[in-house]
């Protein structure tokens, strides 16, 4: 019997009319039924607001979890946004459980479909014939504080999907930054800070910037200057296995940012950041394709001229 779970922003939950067909359509997938289990707060909202469904979906205590997934389970479903997709990250982890996106949100870039296309996709055997992308993650490890407190990460959940970010607080204007690459000076950075971005998130934060696009598939992270104060410093592509250290310079401190996971850090400290020694797992219906995305989604290539 296949284990679905399903995880959503509770404020952004899909109108019950889609939520219903998108639960029919995985229902009706299998050879055997399936068993649904939903986050906490996704399972809040529907008491709330469909408690029709929520009297068929959630009849048994053992249907929700909170911040682990249910033993064994083999898909799950990421109803939202990009933001959305990437904290799914946080609960899938080094399990290797695929996620399936399925847009709520706005953009909705990373996601496999939008909510019209439930019907359209998710056939009897989509499982098996959908695109598995494994996804590069990084890993931030090693901090040094330079005996003004324990070498200890401050965060509990080390990794990113998209990028690691290194800026400037409140007390600093900008930011002085030396980044080593396995060892060997690179090069330092002055102004709001530094991303160290996956392929994934190449087409987030780190393009806004300047930095270029690396498909999904490529086995390389990226470093791309915030708001550089010298016009002579470029973004630079790396190969997935070297090792980046960022060491601040001036002793006040700054943010560094997994995602959206944030902590403010004060004195001179340094930290690593490397590939991780797992992969996230997206599925993706086959006609799903990552040049037709960045042309439909970020309008890349676009040119009113030729219609």
């Not at 070498?151 to 900008?174: C, H, I, M, R």
């Not at 070297?242 to 004060?266: A, N, P």
Request: aromatic content about 12%; overall charge negative.
């Amino acid at each position: 019997m296949k284990k679905i779970a399903f995880y959503g922003k509770a404020a952004k939950l899909v109108q019950l009319s889609m939520f219903e067909e998108l639960l029919s359509a995985l229902g009706e997938t299998w050879p055997e039924p399936a068993r649904f289990f939903f986050a906490h707060d996704l399972a809040e909202r529907m008491r709330m607001e469909f408690p029709s469904l929520a009297a068929r979906y959630l009849d048994e205590p053992d249907k929700l979890y909170t911040d682990e997934l249910p033993e064994n389970t083999d898909l799950l479903v990421c109803l939202g946004g990009d933001g959305t997709m990437l904290d799914t990250l946080h609960l899938v982890k080094d399990t290797n459980v695929p996620v399936l996106g399925i847009n709520f949100g706005r953009l909705g870039f990373l996601n496999a479909l939008n909510a019209d296309g439930i019907k359209t996709y998710l056939k009897p055997g989509f499982f098996d014939h959908f695109r598995r992308e494994n996804r590069l993650v990084l890993e931030a490890c090693e901090f040094d504080f330079y005996g003004e407190q324990e070498n200890e990460n401050p965060f509990a959940f080390p990794y990113a999907l998209n990028e690691v970010t290194v800026y400037k607080n409140d007390v600093s204007p900008l930011v002085l930054l030396d980044v080593f690459v396995d060892g060997s000076f690179m090069n330092t950075y002055y102004g709001d800070g530094v991303l160290i971005s996956s392929p994934t998130g190449s087409t987030a934060y780190s393009l806004s910037c300047g930095g270029p696009i690396l498909i999904p598939s490529a086995d390389n992270m990226l470093v791309t200057p915030i708001a550089s104060h010298t016009l002579t410093v470029r973004p630079l592509v790396l190969e997935g296995y070297q090792e980046i250290m960022v060491k601040t310079r001036g002793g006040k401190g700054c943010r560094v940012m997994l995602d959206s996971t944030m902590v403010e850090i004060g004195g001179s400290f340094s930290f690593k950041i490397r590939k991780a020694g797992f992969k996230f797992v997206a599925i993706y219906p086959p006609e799903r394709n990552f040049f037709d995305a960045i042309r439909e989604k970020l309008m890349w290539g676009l040119d009113i001229r030729h219609k």
